[in-house]
T-cell receptor, first 112, second 112 residues
Framework: KAGVTQTPRYLIKTRGQQVTLSCSPISGHRSVSWYQQTPGQGLQFLFEYFSETQRNKGNFPGRFSGRQFSNSRSEMNVSTLELGDSALYLC???????????FGPGTRLTVL | GESVGLHLPTLSVQEGDNSIINCAYSNSASDYFIWYKQESGKGPQFIIDIRSNMDKRQGQRVTVLLNKTVKHLSLQIAATQPGDSAVYFCAENIYNFNKFYFGSGTKLNVKP
């Protein structure tokens, strides 16, 4: 069974731009969570989607948003990029909301 | 937010020795814990999990111990190998809430 896939793997943007990242969960998994990983802050929870609905949200500004499609694939969007948004963005999927989360390889975003 | 921390940021062990990585959590309502391993350039990889109704759980070469009295979690790796070199994270979750909080990570260096 294929694992969690994320595209693109690497991305370079400039301040003020916006970006969309994509995540395809493991087949049969309906819950998708997003995390931001930086050296200084570690892994921080962004949001969780289940059945196309956002179920949980972390402490991030409204510039960070996401959605989930009927096939459980998810996208997250960051608008008006700031230098501090440079990070590894990780997606994790689980079968149900209380099941083990499996991570994708991440998207490395660099904001110049 | 909730706090999950690790006692040691870096742990160096000799190949073949046993490793113990510790984690403290602050939310007494947390009842599901996971250990992840993250190698350079990759997303976190699930190692082992434990629910709060257990004190110990064993996997292949790994054992997780949970002490709810002092809110402490540990990961024991037997016969540590060079391939075990990575950053290890503990994560806590309040059951049925599906919002994981991650520790800052411990880097394990295995010396040949």
């Amino acid at each position: 069974k294929a694992g969690v896939t994320q595209t693109p793997r690497y991305l370079i943007k400039t301040r003020g731009q916006q970006v969309t990242l994509s995540c395809s969960p493991i087949s049969g998994h309906r819950s998708v969570s997003w995390y931001q990983q930086t050296p200084g802050q570690g892994l921080q929870f962004l949001f969780e989607y289940f059945s196309e609905t956002q179920r949980n949200k972390g402490n991030f500004p409204g510039r960070f948003s996401g959605r989930q499609f009927s096939n459980s694939r998810s996208e997250m969007n960051v608008s008006t990029l700031e230098l501090g948004d440079s990070a590894l963005y990780l997606c994790a999927s689980s079968r149900g909301r209380t099941d083990t989360q499996y991570f994708g390889p991440g998207t490395r975003l660099t904001v110049l | 937010g909730e706090s999950v921390g690790l006692h040691l940021p870096t742990l160096s062990v000799q190949e073949g020795d046993n490793s113990i990585i510790n984690c403290a959590y602050s939310n007494s309502a947390s009842d599901y814990f996971i250990w992840y391993k993250q190698e350079s350039g990759k997303g976190p990889q699930f190692i082992i999990d434990i629910r709060s109704n257990m004190d110990k759980r064993q996997g292949q070469r790994v054992t997780v111990l949970l002490n709810k009295t002092v809110k402490h979690l540990s990961l024991q790796i037997a016969a540590t190998q060079p391939g075990d070199s990575a950053v290890y994270f503990c994560a806590e979750n309040i059951y049925n809430f599906n919002k994981f909080y991650f520790g800052s990570g411990t880097k394990l260096n295995v010396k040949p």
